[in-house]
């Protein structure tokens, strides 16, 4: 398990993807558990497998099917990573969010984070989503930042500022854009554990106590890492399941993919004209 990467070792990744596409993205995408549909919709891609890009950890959870894709949608190069890695499969933060620092690399200025989320507002319900206004970092916190270790000062300062982590601009067009698409959204605070159990009942009830509106177990790294390298940020989650506050259901992965049928077109019509108003 590797604790950090170097430049030069970040840039062996990049060198790995440029050997397999010419194009040159400016939007990178990264599609969350039972999302992957999206990537049907991006026309002629080079598409590379996470097993064949240098250092790229691979994912091993059903949902993800662990491949890039490069190519057009809706007039724009994407980046998008059909499927994430996840801290809880081993991996270190420095890995989770090597994909980040990849397409910083490749000159990516805008990030598009999907993912799917457990509700913890008592509202939501499994097919929403929720625009993500802001986070609470609370695997920061704790100790497991992905920006620990030596500052890399190619990508930005020591200490970043995360008063901004989600792009005002991208959220306000995000909701636009579901509007005129007649898609209703909530706009919320997501919560990123480490996973891989649920939660208890008493953990979301304490979790909604400070404030947050979704819980999920990935995100919060990548964003971090964007943020740091100057990269605005839309932040979109799946609602997945209902709130479990009082222990009365339980929670499957199986159902969080089968509400990804429903999330998926929802998202993709968001994205697709966000991308179109960028």
């Known amino acids: 398990m590797r ?34 549909g999206l990537a049907d919709a991006v026309e002629s891609p080079d598409s590379i497998p996470f097993s064949d890009i240098t250092y790229w950890p691979v994912s091993t959870i059903a949902g993800h099917s662990g491949r890039v894709l490069v190519g057009q949608l809706e007039g724009k190069t994407v980046f998008m990573m059909q499927g994430r890695i996840h801290y809880y499969e081993g991996y270190s933060m420095q890995q989770v969010t090597l994909p980040v620092r990849v397409m910083q690399r490749l000159g990516v200025k805008t990030l598009v984070v999907t993912n799917a989320a457990g509700a913890i507002h008592p ?7 929720m625009l993500i206004s802001d986070h609470i970092g609370l695997m920061g916190m704790t100790g497991m930042n992905p920006l620990r270790g030596p500052n890399l000062d190619t990508f930005g300062p020591r200490f970043p500022d995360m008063s ?22 909530h706009t919320g605070v997501y919560i990123g554990l480490s996973g891989p159990s649920f939660e208890t009942p008493a953990d979301l ?8 509106d979704a819980v999920g177990m990935s995100t919060v790294p990548e964003v971090t890492i964007a943020r740091h390298g100057g990269m605005q940020v839309l932040g979109i989650s799946g609602i997945s399941n209902k709130a479990n506050l009082d222990g009365s259901t339980i929670t499957t992965h199986a159902e969080v993919l089968e509400a990804g049928k429903i999330i998926a077109p929802k998202m993709e019509t968001i994205i697709r004209r966000v991308l179109s108003s960028l």
């Open 205 to 212: 009830r304490f979790l909604r106590a400070i404030g947050a």
């Open 3 to 36: 604790e950090w990467f170097t430049l030069e070792e970040i840039d062996e990744s990049v060198a790995a993807i440029t050997r397999r596409t010419q194009r040159q993205p400016t939007v990178g995408i990264i599609l969350g558990s039972g999302l992957g």
């Open 123 to 129: 509202d939501y319900l499994p097919g929403d989503v």
């Open 164 to 185: 901004r982590a989600y792009d005002p601009d991208l959220l306000e067009l995000a909701k636009t854009s579901a509007a005129a698409a007649g898609i209703e959204v």
